[in-house]
């Protein structure tokens, strides 16, 4: 084909082709210019930092700069018995650098973590070194096995080895109730240390109930809303938007006031003889007052996807089912319910990713037996500031919210998404 | 919603069990919010109505909660809402102006990577608080700017933006783009025509994103709790403190004011929805 005889001209003599290229091109960069900014700001402020989350999470390069030699001279050491003169040559001289730091403290505590007991063996050698009792014309080896029979135990030169990588996957493992063991094999902690898992599969659970009940209840007086004439609805919408437009702490307040022991739901339950009234049931700081509190404060992200799905549908189609002979129950069941799905689907999905990551209110209705694992991640950055065993259970969970948000994002699109 | 003469008696009892169900469905949404109002004019200290109170005896009601709110010499409430809306003015400013002019280039239809773009953009609205605290705090931790107004602001305009971003886009999604296209053939430049002919016809759009990030940042506790130091107190942590350590009848005071505040803004919200539809020409 001789497309260069065919070739559209502009009236300026450049083929169209280019022209509306060049143009486009313009658009595009026109158009990203105006997105830029925010961007560059999320990514500086916020994308950077969650993946500073991760380094944080799996650093462990201290030790490796803390005894740079020690492990050079270990890499020709096969760890079944005990390394030779020149590895623990090299220890010596790393540890001699970090007595003159002040960081053999630090060291200490680092390798206590990674087996117990070298706390006091490093004290040991710490007073003989800060006494010069060492004599380096000798063999350092035969010296430093004679500072405790620890020294001399091959187990203790392995864990040192193990702590070589400048990574480690021990808050990952951790945070699973799992450790690696003397022979790098993932192994469990003991039974009645396991309380990450409890909280996991309880975080799990809570936003799961807390999913059903909203469906349960919202589904109904969504499809109420979209049903009933506009002047009813409209009315009736307003109790849907005030909570959720109102502020959680105050939402959370209420139900703390309601749900107490001498509250109004229990003054209620002992009016009509539920419960006597010298045995009124604790429903709060436990998972019932978490449930409830959650239910209701998530309940309008559950109403008002589902609200508009509902309202595009037509309600001849109801009439039409009828009319062809289905009771109203099948004309729902097999009508009306199937065009719901997109809206239950991003109801779900909003409520569940949200209560996932629930935290002011389970820390302050759920009690001990209430409390999330972002209640354990923010009593990590906040208290134990173990910051980068906090990253990397905020790393897990994040995980589970990207796979259900990537999910949200197929089925519905994210810039589907309706507020009020 | 009458039913027709010919239902029949199982579908009317079907019928009347599922109005009850959403009679209940509805007190539960809102009378949480009805049960401070009274408690708040509470004479006593105790959080749960008084013999008094349900005698409607005029004894058992006073102001002294909100004296309290307002002269209470070891009340903080009024650091605490002068930082608040300081915080929530220029966090909202922030997200509209960054956000709606986001929302320009992303509705352009010539915008590359339009996907994963505004899955970007939308991020911090759907991970979960506690991570995005985190993050922000380690952020804020390394410019120096934790224990600032500064870096409080900062962090709501990246927890504001989103749902400006939503708003914006959603209102032009129904844009006219002839329009713009006319003033420029009339000689506007691009400044000018958004100034102009854009902005106007979006604005009810803006404002109610603006209203959400408004919102989000004077309601914000996790990220403030990461970030804010003794100055930077704001009405959401001295109420979680509140709440924490003694619950006292001072925060139903305070609770009852922010849901008059947000009635207001939910009224706004919904004149500005209604005028929205109309400039965009959508009548249902």
């Known amino acids: 084909m001789s497309s260069e005889t065919k070739q559209i001209l502009t009236t300026d003599g450049i083929p169209l082709e280019i022209s509306l290229k060049k143009a486009e091109r313009k658009n595009k960069i026109k158009a990203f210019l105006l997105v830029a900014p925010l961007l560059l700001f999320l990514i500086i402020t916020y994308i950077f930092p969650i993946g500073e989350m991760f380094t944080r999470s799996i650093d462990d390069k201290m030790i490796t700069n803390m005894l740079p030699k020690t492990f050079k001279s270990m890499e ?39 087996k117990n007991g070298f706390n006091t063996i490093t004290k040991k050698l710490f007073r003989q070194v800060k006494r010069n009792k060492i004599d380096e014309t000798q063999s350092i080896k035969e010296q430093i096995m004679k500072v405790h029979k620890r020294w001399r135990n091959v187990e203790y030169w392995q864990a040192i080895k193990r702590t070589a990588p400048p990574y480690t996957s021990a808050k990952y493992l951790k945070a699973m109730d799992m450790y690696l063991n003397e022979d790098n094999k993932i192994t469990q902690v003991s039974e009645d240390r396991r309380i990450h898992r409890i909280l996991w599969l309880r975080t799990v659970e809570v936003a799961f109930f807390v999913t059903v009940f909203c469906f349960l209840m919202g589904y109904p007086i969504a499809h109420l809303l979209a049903t009933l004439p506009m002047k009813y609805s409209n009315l009736l919408m307003i109790c849907v938007l005030l909570p959720f437009w109102t502020s959680l702490l105050v939402r959370t307040a209420s139900w703390m006031i309601l749900l107490q022991q001498q509250g109004v739901v229990n003054d209620f339950f ?30 309008p992200f559950m109403v008002l996807p589902l609200y508009s799905v509902m309202k595009t549908i ?19 069941w097999k009508v009306y319910f199937p065009l719901t799905i997109p809206g239950i689907g991003a109801g779900c999905l909003l409520v569940f990713i949200l209560a996932i990551g629930y935290y002011i209110t389970p820390a ?25 065993f906090a990253s ?29 | 919603m009458a039913l027709p003469n010919y239902t029949e008696t199982r579908y009317r009892i079907w019928h009347y069990f599922y109005i009850a169900i959403c009679t209940f469905v509805f007190i539960f949404l809102i009378a949480p919010l009805f049960v401070i109002f009274p408690l708040s004019f509470n004479a006593e200290e105790f959080l749960v109505f008084s013999e008094g109170m349900k005698n409607l005896d005029p004894d058992a009601f006073s102001l002294r909660w909100y004296k309290d709110m307002v002269y209470g010499t070891k009340n903080p409430w009024g650091l605490a809402a002068k930082n608040s809306f300081i915080i929530a003015i220029f966090a909202t400013l922030g997200s509209v102006i960054l956000g709606t ?30 991570i995005s605290g985190v993050a922000i705090f380690f952020f804020m931790a390394k410019a120096g700017l934790a224990a600032t107004h500064t870096g409080i602001v900062l962090a709501h305009i990246i927890l504001g933006t989103p749902f400006v971003v939503i708003t914006v886009t959603a209102t032009l999604s129904g844009f006219d783009h002839s329009v713009t296209r ?19 016809l979006i604005l009810p759009g803006v404002i109610s994103g603006g209203l959400f990030a408004f919102v989000t940042s004077f ?66």
């Not at chain 1, 003889?273 to 010298?278: H, Q």
């Not at chain 1, 972002?374 to 990590?380: L, M, R």
């Open chain 1, 270 to 299: 002992v009016l009509i003889g539920l419960v006597s009234d010298d045995n009124r049931p604790e429903m709060m700081y436990n998972k019932v007052g978490t449930y409830v509190a959650m239910t209701q404060i998530l309940l």
């Open chain 2, 101 to 130: 002019v986001a929302a320009l280039g992303l509705s352009s239809r010539h915008m590359p990577f339009k996907g994963i773009i505004m899955a970007t953009l939308i991020s911090p609205m759907i991970v979960p608080l506690i």
């Open chain 1, 76 to 114: 020709t050491w096969d760890g079944k018995e005990l390394p030779s003169e020149e590895v623990f040559a090299s220890f010596l001289s790393d540890f001699k650098i970090l007595v003159e730091k002040k960081e053999h403290g630090k060291l200490a505590q680092r390798l206590n973590k990674e």
């Open chain 2, 219 to 284: 309601d914000e506790v996790v990220v403030v709790l990461f970030l804010a130091g003794l100055e930077n107190t704001t009405i959401p942590i001295q109420m979680w403190t509140g709440l924490r350590e003694q619950l006292s009848p001072t925060i139903l005071a305070v609770a009852t004011c922010l849901i008059v505040l947000s009635t207001l803004i939910l009224i706004s919200a919904e004149l500005l929805r209604r005028r929205s539809e109309r400039l965009r020409g959508i009548n249902r």
């Open chain 2, 182 to 200: 006319a003033a420029a053939s009339l000689g506007s430049n691009p400044v000018n025509t958004f100034m102009k002919v854009t902005l106007p």
């Open chain 1, 392 to 420: 990397a259970m905020g790393l897990m969970l994040l995980g589970g919210v990207l796979v259900i948000y990537w999910l949200y994002n197929k089925l519905v699109g994210v810039d589907n998404i309706k507020l009020g």
């Open chain 1, 314 to 332: 037509s309600p001849s189609l109801m009439r039409a089912g009828k009319s062809l002979g289905g009771t109203p129950f099948v004309a729902f």
């Open chain 1, 364 to 388: 302050l209705v759920g009690g001990a037996s209430g409390t999330l694992i972002s209640n354990q991640i923010a009593y990590h950055m906040k208290t134990t500031l173990d910051w980068s």
